[in-house]
């Protein structure tokens, strides 16, 4: 293999399921990679917000001076975006010989997708003379590869139903799983407000030093702007975040307590908050496009999100017609998520995605019908993302608006087939 994406074909196929939890295989290729890292490490686990938390960290850190590795999954449009190296995404180049060493050292373990670039990943981060490394969980937390490094402080955002058959059926149970991240003695931020009960008795039991979101940090804001209290230090007269969405202020409130936990060996100024925390970007994240319809992007796929997603949608306004390009996971309560945003939605496109684990077009379509109560509704199924989305603009008038969301593969594939040309075609005011 010589480019990254024969690696990336190779790596689908070398073993023989998707996910395998545990840490035993993907440990042992550490081990003989000789992976540490000489810096400050920062992992974020949970079910939502994690991206968000990463994009935040890495912005202030960036406006601090401090040369930053970021590694998040899965990617929008191109693998590469997996890996941040001092703000910039990794080569592809720099991928493909990552890859080439672990499949030296490799010899008879097998890895799966994730775990072999995982290890990539990490290998080149640790040669990238960082001051600080930010590592999102892929999954869960005791389980995911990325466990196999000992953090300096955790962060843990957001815990909701997602996962079940890896993780678990409810809140408690998740929560241990996501709690397999802390380590003994050091920070962890739990930014959920109402954390489950499981993840509070795991800190105590281990002896980490826990932050809670209400007790140790906390916000306040009027429309115009918001304030932030940890243990020590306050910021007051903040512009709001860039990331757009109420929840926003939730994951910025725990960035900002994990740099106050992390501020002896990485301290930022207040300067470096407000300049990061207006600066940050994340596509894909309540993205609006403005134009002629305006245009919404949200990876949404869960509940939880996609009840996150329903609020900010609400907080926009008035709207004659609502459409919304939907392709999802099969593997997800959809149901949930149907009845989460169907007050907002007027009109539907359902879509194929290019996966096994997608639910197909058809089948959407029809658990939809299955639970709509609205006469005043409609619905269509189409191949890709970006023929439903093509469909919605036909059909939209210059006053409506059009939201993408359900998966990652349903705004990456609008954002790499076509946005652009579609901007220039449709969204011009």
Known sequence: MKTLQQWLDWCEQLHPVAIDMGLERVKAVAERMALRFDCPVITVAGTNGKGSTCAMLEAVLLQAGYRTGVYTSPHL????????????????EAFADAFATVEAVRGDVSLT????????????????NLDVAILEVGLGGRLDAVNIVDADC????????????????DRDTIGREKAGVMRAGRPV?????????????????????????GRDFNYSGDKQQWAW?????????????????????INASGVLA???????????????????????????RFQIVPGQPVLVLDVAHNPHSVAALAV???????????????????????????????????RWYFT??????????????????????????ASSVHAAPLLALQAAMDAADPADRIVVFGSFYTVGGVLADGLPRLQAKHLSP
Request: with cysteine; hydrophobic share 45%.
């Open 258 to 284: 994990a740099l106050e936990a992390l501020r002896q060996r990485i301290p930022v100024t207040a300067q470096a908050v407000r300049n990061g925390m207006a600066m940050v970007e994340l596509p894909g």
């Open 229 to 249: 209290a940890g243990r020590d230090r306050r910021y007051s007269g903040m512009a709001y975040p860039a990331l757009r969405g109420a929840n926003q202020l």
């Open 154 to 169: 955790t962060v843990i955002t957001s815990i909701d139903i997602d996962h079940t058959a890896l993780l678990g059926f």
């Open 113 to 128: 997708y994730f775990e072999f670039s995982t290890l990539a990943i990490l290998h080149m981060m640790a040669g990238a």
């Open 352 to 377: 194929d995605l290019p996966l096994p684990r997608a639910a197909q077009a058809d089948d959407l379509q029809t658990l939809w019908q299955s639970q709509n109560t609205r006469t005043d509704t």
């Open 189 to 213: 931020v739990v930014s959920d407000p109402v954390p489950p009960q499981s993840v509070i008795d795991h800190a105590s039991a281990l002896g980490a030093e826990l932050w809670l979101f």
């Open 77 to 92: 449009v191109h693998f590469e975006e997996r890996c941040r190296l001092h703000g910039e995404s990794a080569s592809a």
């Open 312 to 346: 900010n949608l609400d907080a926009m306004g008035f709207y004659p017609c609502t459409h919304a390009v939907l392709g999802a996971m099969a593997d997800k309560d959809l149901l949930s998520m149907f009845q989460r945003v169907n007050p907002m939605v007027d």
